[in-house]
């Protein structure tokens, strides 16, 4: 089951921050987040797993609410490379089965 | 180190026909994924194995087999091709327990006709 991501597509203009949430109606064990660059793969960005802790460097980073089974991945201070889908993948546990959500496409303007 | 290869990049196939699309790692993970990615659709789990000898399937598996040959390798075949099948496929493998970083292979651009 896919999980449920918002915005489906957000423009910034460079500086501006931005929120992208992901959640799901099953328990997660983790939930991994990507970047996609146009006619790209996908590029891992962090993992958060159940139990751990706030991710992320100083401008992009993520959050995982156990109890709600919701993360959502924050971008401050955007950049013009931040321009990119970016996809939610979780996992239920014990069963490594990552699958994403359809992804948000985020464009970042000068 | 090459990671995740895929082979062929690009491939177009007429209805019907069968193919097997390559995949292979280079870095020791247990986990492999394939993947289609639609337009609006996001990444859709065809089928995984969590080791070697084991697979499963994933949310799309109608259509397609897949063999892990060994830890390295892990195939998706395309017994009989149909234009729903056209998309990008992406391989992907997985070690959990260490970074539980998926890396992902470049892709393979299918088009059935």
């Known amino acids: 089951q896919q999980p449920v991501q918002s915005p489906q597509a957000v423009i910034l203009r460079e500086g501006e921050d931005a929120v992208i949430n992901c959640s799901s109606s099953?328990?997660?064990?983790?939930v991994h987040w990507y970047r996609q660059k146009h006619g790209e793969a996908p590029v891992f960005l962090m993992i958060l797993l159940k139990g751990g802790e706030q991710k992320g460097h100083e401008k992009i980073s993520a959050s995982f609410n156990e109890k709600k089974q919701q993360s959502s991945l924050y971008l401050t201070a955007s950049q013009l490379s931040y321009s990119g889908t970016y996809f939610c993948?979780?996992?239920?546990?014990?069963?490594?089965?990552?699958?994403f959500g359809i992804g948000t496409k985020l464009q970042v303007i000068p | 180190n090459a990671g995740v290869t895929q082979t062929p990049k690009f491939q177009v196939l007429k209805t019907g026909q069968s193919m097997t699309l390559q995949c292979a790692q280079d870095m020791n993970h247990n986990s492999m994924y394939w993947y289609r990615q639609d337009p609006g659709m996001g990444l859709r789990l065809i089928y995984y194995s969590a080791s070697e000898g084991t697979t499963d399937k994933g949310e799309v598996p109608n259509g397609y087999n897949v063999s892990r040959l060994n830890k390295r390798e892990f195939s998706l075949r395309l017994e009989s091709a149909a234009p729903s099948q056209t998309s990008v496929y992406f391989c992907?493998?997985?070690?959990?327990?260490?970074?539980?970083?998926?890396?992902f292979g470049p892709g393979t651009r299918l088009t059935v006709l």
């Open positions: 992907a493998s997985l070690e959990w327990g260490g970074n539980n970083e998926q890396f």
């Open positions: 993948g979780t996992e239920r546990g014990g069963y490594q089965k990552v699958t």
């Open positions: 099953k328990a997660l064990y983790s």
